[in-house]
């Protein structure tokens, strides 16, 4: 199995290259990015997705998460509403997966879903990657669900085997926690996931100016 091993500060230019192409042929990448180890593919791809769904043994009625590669690249996915930029605006690039409405530019594949997860990674590898892709890509936990997410390639490895086509080492992932998911579907918002950013730092930023 072939590891490559990356800086994500300053990622040589053929590497992400070569990832995105791995990509963009419907492969499966094992990547480092902010927060832990991820599997990437490409979400506008639907046989790459359910590999995804296999490799993790994940049920398909859950939503993969996606990274973009700039802010703006959320509108081929969700409906961004005021709230969405409000905490876009606070947490990105960084470790918030914000859940919102599909847009009608999704793919026909992820409609059974009607949201998706997206965010910003502050992970300068993974966007260029996405920029590369085409603007988004897969961000799931490199793992067996249900399993600890992986913090380094080789706890990656010691799960996923020779199930993805290229794994790629940056190291010991900085944060080492995963994302916090927050869904604000119809401005309801609702923490699906605790992660590296708290509740009440998501509460501060969307309501503070109505509290006295």
């Not at 009607?114 to 260029?128: D, E, K, M």
């Not at 936990?141 to 490895?157: C, D, F, Q, R, T």
Request: positive net charge.
């Amino acid at each position: 199995m072939k590891i490559i091993k990356v800086d994500i500060d300053c990622p040589n230019k053929e590497v992400i290259k070569e990832v995105a192409e791995v990509i963009k042929n419907g492969g499966v990448v094992v990547i480092p990015t902010d927060t832990v180890y991820g599997l990437t593919a490409d979400p506008f791809n639907e046989k790459a997705m359910r590999r995804v769904y296999e490799i993790k043994g994940r049920e398909e009625g859950k939503p993969l998460p996606i990274l973009l590669g700039e802010s703006h690249d959320a509108f081929s996915l969700v409906k961004p509403s005021e709230m969405f930029w409000k905490l876009a605006k606070a947490f990105w690039p960084g470790s918030l997966t914000i859940v919102e409405n599909l847009s009608n530019n999704a793919p026909s594949h992820l409609s059974v879903w009607g949201s998706i997860g997206v965010r910003l990674p502050n992970c300068y590898f993974c966007r260029s990657i996405a920029r590369e892709v085409g603007g988004a890509i897969i961000g799931t936990s490199a793992n067996i669900s249900h399993m600890k997410s992986p913090v380094n390639v080789e706890e990656a490895y010691k799960m996923l085997k020779d199930k993805v086509d290229l794994y790629i080492d940056g190291g010991q992932a900085r944060i080492g926690i995963s994302s916090t998911v927050v869904s604000i579907i119809n401005g309801n918002l609702k923490i699906l996931r605790e992660g590296a950013i708290k509740e009440e730092e998501i509460k501060k930023i969307l309501f503070s100016k109505v509290e006295k």
